[in-house]
């Protein structure tokens, strides 16, 4: 028989082997090999006790309220989401989900479907400047020096001295 430890293969014999779940025949094979394989021998002796350990166990005894608190810190730490899916009945759990796909399915149809009628933006009123000619500037300066000369020699009627 081929070590099940160094071929890493059929390791589940010594456990069944620990266990005592081997037939006959396989049980006699692996206590053979045992005899000549230190690293089985321990493996195998480490399982034993494991199980023995297991089998002298006594577990606590049980309180009578102990459903009602293991229900009720079940009941504290599941999610609130969670206890909002768990209702009495069972259809809402999955009428949810289909009616919030409905719901994302007309929406989009809604934005799909929506007419391209976007406002068109207001032309802007822009100042228009006309191309003068030198003499036409040359003559516009003129009236402009005559007309403040004529100003300065305009008495002003508001004016309290005069």
């Excluded at 021998?41 to 293991?70: H, M, T």
Aim: glycine content about 6%.
């Amino acid at each position: 028989m081929n070590c099940p430890m160094e071929s890493g293969e059929n390791t589940g014999i010594l456990l069944d082997y620990a266990a005592g779940k081997l037939k006959a025949g396989v049980r006699i094979q692996m206590e053979q090999h045992i005899e000549s394989c230190p690293v089985c021998r321990e493996f195998a002796g480490g399982q034993q006790n494991v199980w023995q350990a297991l089998e002298d166990w006594d577990p606590a005894e049980v309180s009578l309220d102990f459903d009602r608190r293991l229900y009720g810190r079940i009941e504290r730490d599941v999610p609130w989401w969670e206890r909002f899916m768990r209702p009495l009945n069972p259809l809402f759990r999955h009428a949810l989900p289909i009616a919030a796909a409905a719901g994302v399915i007309v929406m989009a149809g809604l934005i799909m479907n929506r007419p391209a009628g976007v406002a068109p933006i207001p032309a802007q009123k822009t100042a228009q400047v006309e191309a003068l000619r030198t003499e036409q500037l040359e003559s516009a300066l003129a009236d402009m020096e005559m007309l403040r000369q004529f100003n300065q020699l305009v008495p002003d009627k508001s004016d309290p001295k005069m």
